[in-house]
């Protein structure tokens, strides 16, 4: 039989923001959000007054990937928006644990990340928590072409992972992203946190993963 292996969301799931619950009313997303609108009006040069808007606009022709509308509407490299935008302290934002170090260590080998956020946050946040060395090479972010959330981010890294996907876990606290997306391929489910769910499993805190008999 094959081996057992599992997909991690990020945000939420192997850590969660300090003071808010989700990355929506989280601090984290009005400094980011702060960054991004300094970005508009410096580097593409939008008038301030038109910079919400613009913003707005942005989100809704590109399906939440402003990076993308940045790159197609103003030729700007999307590197260089992460760069400006994403590059912020971890401590700031999140309590420091051992949850992601013990999860992903005890997996290492057997797991990869799957995260919308660019890599300029993923990797400093992992290394924040001591935990980047276990999936540096198996973390699948959101600047990439085929990126969360879709089936497609699920078949890639499931593919990467290099098992039949009725053997994969995606485990996240997102229903539509992380349970309902992953079982669209076939995969299994782990939903972290509370509330409903159509999830396999189901967990509050992403450690006891390692408790399930899978
Ligand atoms: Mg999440």
Same mark, same amino acid.
């Given at each position: 039989?094959?081996?057992?292996?599992?997909?991690?969301?990020?945000?939420?799931? $192997?850590? %969660?923001?300090?003071?808010? +619950?989700?990355?929506?009313?989280? /601090?984290? =997303?009005?400094?980011? @959000? &702060?960054?991004?609108?300094?970005? $508009?009006? %410096?580097?593409?040069?939008? +008038?301030?007054?038109?910079?919400? /808007?613009? =913003?707005?606009?942005? @989100? &809704?022709?590109?399906?939440?990937?402003?990076?993308?509308?940045?790159?197609?509407?103003?030729?700007?490299?999307?590197?260089? =928006?992460?760069?400006?935008?994403?590059?912020?302290?971890?401590?700031?934002?999140?309590?420091?644990?051992?949850?992601?170090?013990?999860?992903?260590?005890?997996?290492?080998?057997?797991?990869?990340?799957?995260?919308?956020?660019?890599?300029?946050?993923?990797?400093?946040?992992?290394?924040?928590?001591?935990?980047?060395?276990?999936?540096?090479?198996?973390?699948?972010?959101?600047?990439?072409?085929?990126?969360?959330?879709?089936?497609?981010?699920?078949?890639?890294?499931?593919?990467?992972?290099?098992?039949?996907?009725?053997?994969?876990?995606?485990?996240?606290?997102?229903?539509?992203?992380?349970?309902?997306?992953?079982?669209?391929?076939?995969?299994?489910?782990?939903?972290?946190?509370?509330?409903?769910?159509?999830?396999?499993?189901?967990?509050?805190?992403?450690?006891?993963?390692?408790?399930?008999?899978?």
């Amino acid at each position: 039989m094959p081996q057992t292996k599992f997909i991690f969301d990020l945000d939420g799931t $192997l850590y %969660r923001y300090k003071g808010g +619950p989700t990355f929506a009313t989280s /601090e984290f =997303y009005a400094d980011i @959000k &702060r960054n991004i609108f300094a970005f $508009l009006e %410096r580097e593409l040069a939008v +008038p301030s007054e038109q910079v919400p /808007e613009t =913003y707005d606009h942005m @989100k &809704r022709e590109y399906n939440g990937h402003v990076s993308l509308a940045v790159e197609k509407e103003f030729g700007v490299d999307r590197m260089r =928006y992460f760069a400006a935008t994403w590059r912020v302290p971890p401590e700031k934002y999140i309590e420091p644990n051992d949850d992601a170090r013990t999860v992903l260590s005890a997996l290492a080998g057997r797991c990869a990340v799957l995260t919308e956020a660019p890599r300029v946050w993923a990797e400093a946040a992992l290394r924040f928590l001591n935990a980047y060395e276990f999936v540096e090479d198996v973390l699948f972010t959101g600047e990439l072409d085929v990126r969360k959330p879709s089936v497609e981010a699920f078949r890639q890294v499931g593919g990467a992972l290099g098992v039949p996907f009725e053997s994969i876990y995606s485990v996240g606290d997102q229903e539509e992203s992380d349970i309902v997306l992953a079982r669209a391929v076939g995969m299994k489910t782990i939903r972290v946190g509370d509330g409903e769910t159509s999830a396999d499993f189901s967990v509050n805190n992403v450690r006891a993963v390692l408790n399930l008999s899978l």
